[in-house]
T-cell receptor
Framework: GESVGLHLPTLSVQEGDNSIINCAYS??????FIWYKQESGKGPQFIID???NMDKRQGQRVTVLLNKTVKHLSLQIAATQPGDSAVYFC???????????WGLGTSLAVNP | DAMVIQNPRYQVTQFGKPVTLSCSQT?????MYWYQQKSSQAPKLLFH???????NEADTPDNFQSRRPNTSFCFLDIRSPGLGDAAMYLC???????????????FGPGTRLTVT
């Protein structure tokens, strides 16, 4: 759905712990999902993506899980580091177009 | 090494004074996007080009225009900036996602626009 509101959800974790960032989507026709990381003052940076014919995909220290039944997406970051502190956005594509629909974003704070 | 370049990084303009933001890419991507991002919000798509084909979002104000003279460059023109147009403006590129089956967009660092 569309991003509304001015207050980002915040997740605070200890360095070395695993982080789980959640995202709900509303369009059951969405068939592509992507996670971006945005550090302060920078443009979003691609982390990982997944298509709807998969329920899990792994990258380096990151895993994306997709549950189509409940329309839920999560990003798991293993052994969270201070450099992981950023805002994380999920986005989706739901049709024969070239656009992404962005989620609200979650601010991740890593405590040393 | 930079792939999507935005100039300037910071732009200050006066209320009502036209301003142009620029974006260039070295990726030779077909698609270029302009987003507006306000504090603590997700990027909001203003419009995108697929090659020379311009696609405006329904809720993008007429005050915002764009030009893409060639594959590498894209410009965002704000004809009469208002205080509410102060934001970060992000340019992004992608291969044709419909053909390539990947919607990964490559972002520039953004231009932060201040309206006084």
């Amino acid at each position: 759905g569309e991003s509304v509101g001015l207050h980002l959800p915040t997740l605070s974790v200890q360095e070395g712990d695993n982080s789980i960032i959640n995202c709900a989507y509303s369009n059951s026709a969405s068939d592509y999902f992507i996670w971006y990381k945005q550090e302060s003052g920078k443009g979003p940076q691609f982390i990982i993506d997944i298509r709807s014919n998969m329920d899990k995909r792994q990258g380096q220290r990151v895993t994306v899980l997709l549950n189509k039944t409940v329309k839920h997406l999560s990003l798991q970051i293993a052994a969270t580091q201070p450099g992981d502190s950023a805002v994380y956005f999920c986005a989706e594509n739901a049709g024969n177009n070239r656009k992404l629909i962005w989620g609200l974003g979650t601010s991740l704070a890593v405590n040393p | 090494d930079a792939m999507v370049i935005q100039n300037p990084r910071y732009q200050v303009t006066q209320f009502g004074k036209p301003v142009t933001l620029s974006c260039s890419q070295t990726l030779n991507h077909n698609v270029m996007y302009w987003y507006q991002q306000k504090s603590s919000q997700a990027p909001k798509l203003l419009f995108h080009y697929y090659d020379k084909d311009f696609n405006n979002e329904a809720d993008t104000p007429d005050n915002f225009q764009s030009r893409r003279p060639n594959t590498s460059f894209c410009f965002l023109d704000i004809r009469s900036p208002g205080l509410g147009d102060a934001a970060m403006y992000l340019c992004a590129t992608s291969r044709d996602p419909i053909r390539e089956i990947s919607y990964e967009q490559y972002f520039g660092p953004g231009t932060r626009l201040t309206v006084t």
